[in-house]
DNA sequence: CGGCGTTTTGACAGGCTTCAAGGGCCGTGG
DNA sequence: CCACGGCCCTTGAAGCCTGTCAAAACGCCG
């Protein structure tokens, strides 16, 4: 089922070794914990830039965790339309939905070069039976992008093209910042003009035409992959509120 | 923190005799689940239409199931601005944001007289670690709550104003019907057009229009209370792919 | 150098919002 | 019993925000 360049990979990241856990904004597995997620992830995939590796309407057999790189969920209308749901960044899960449900509704494309835990779903019982502390993460994961969706919803249904482009760009900002991805403000974004309109239910030329704007009022600059945040303030204004990063979050 | 007329409740249905039970959509409890989940539900709580019962950014120290009646979640920006993000019906759970996280992100507000079960947070690890497949039900439960509010979303950010409103129309009536609320293609919908709108992202007026405009396509009936579904197919044809019911399904 | 994907710009059309006002229904109170 | 007020639905007119169409400029890579 999997287009692209996807492989399994032979050298796998052990997990005492993962990256994640030395960001501070990550919570602390105990040695138990460790050692089940350790027998948990059974492997390791790489997907190319461009390629979707969950299909909606399909049942995937297993769940993921991005370990890195960035992808983004989507799910296309029969005419072509595609509306992008959100994004997913190191630490985040993606396929929780096929792995609960009996079918993903949506899909996940890789927007760089990804690399994701494999997670074998036909034990996610048993992590539910023997590990409730990560049970109850999992579903304080599933919250949290509830959570995103909600305040995506509320952009594009309440908010002004402006508005909208202020409020992903200061959310993705402080994502990718929260994960020790910023220098100077800036962050490397690996998404096009038309990712962010078919995430904002925008047009592609509109959405060009609102960026200039933003720009204008040098609140932000964005050339080439560079994003720099230029003054948080008058971005901030436009956005309206965006929820605080949560400290010692869960991740699996 | 409730305004409105919400009180306590002396009489609590037992959940050996709740009405959902009898649900042909629902799955049943085990024996052991039903006796641990009569002792979760310490109260019964009862909202009159109007009144909101969970506060955006406030923590609640309760989570619900709604026994009877509707009710919306939704969001407000400062300048009044308001988004509805999807609507709760029986067997529905609210709050587990609340619970789970630091705070509640969205208000919850009662359409119709609501009958809730009340469940102590504090209690909730206890049922993590004690019944992993009542966890695992509430894993369920924000999987669907999610897949609800992506499709919401791509109403919203692709479709136009007819599509939108021939989806929610369809995507509310399957629901209550699912729950027995239908009777020969008519159920009462609690809601104003002003509901509708806020849920859509569209203004009162234009929200008014389309349905004008949907109605004279002989699709829908909907004057007063009573909303009819003339023309399952012709409002499929609008609405595009709307998720099939979900068979069994857990609640709690 | 040529080709392709991305960004940029301009012109125009149209869907949707806003403003404004009237009508229907129902509960309340004189 | 009728008048009144409030809420909801309805309709018209005007204008803006956003979409569509079209084409050119830019940057990158083979």
């Not at 997907?47 to 309407?57: T, W």
């Not at 939905?97 to 996610?124: F, I, K, N, W, Y």
């Not at 908010?159 to 409020?167: D, F, G, Q």
């Amino acid at each position: 089922m999997i287009l692209g360049n996807a492989k399994p990979n032979g050298e796998i990241t052990p997990c005492e070794q993962c990256p994640l856990r030395r960001l501070p904004c990550l919570r602390e597995f105990t040695l138990n914990e460790l050692e089940f997620v350790k027998r948990f992830k059974v492997d390791e995939l790489r997907v190319e830039p461009g390629a979707s590796f969950l299909y909606e309407g399909s049942r995937s057999e297993h769940l993921y965790t991005v370990l890195r790189g960035w992808a983004f969920r989507y799910k296309m209308l029969d005419d072509g339309r595609r509306q992008i749901l959100n994004f997913a960044l190191p630490a985040d899960m993606v396929g929780l939905q096929g792995a609960v449900m009996e079918e993903m509704e949506h899909s996940v494309e890789a927007l760089t070069p990804l690399t994701l835990c494999v997670l074998p779903r036909h034990r996610l019982y048993e992590l539910y039976s023997q590990y409730p502390t990560l049970a109850f993460d999992i579903t304080w994961l599933a919250a949290r992008e509830e959570q995103m969706l909600e305040e995506h919803l509320v952009s594009i249904g309440r908010r002004s093209a402006l508005e909208r482009v202020a409020y992903v760009l200061l959310h993705l900002y402080n994502r990718a910042s929260e994960l020790g991805m910023a220098r100077n403000n800036v962050v490397q974004f690996p998404f096009t003009q038309q990712h962010l309109a078919d995430a904002l239910g925008l047009s592609l030329v509109h959405t060009n035409k609102t960026l200039k704007r933003l720009m204008a009022t040098k609140a932000i600059r964005w050339q080439g992959r560079d994003f720099e945040l230029l003054d948080k303030g008058v971005l901030h204004g436009l956005a309206g509120t965006v929820p605080a990063p949560q400290k010692n979050r869960p991740f699996i």
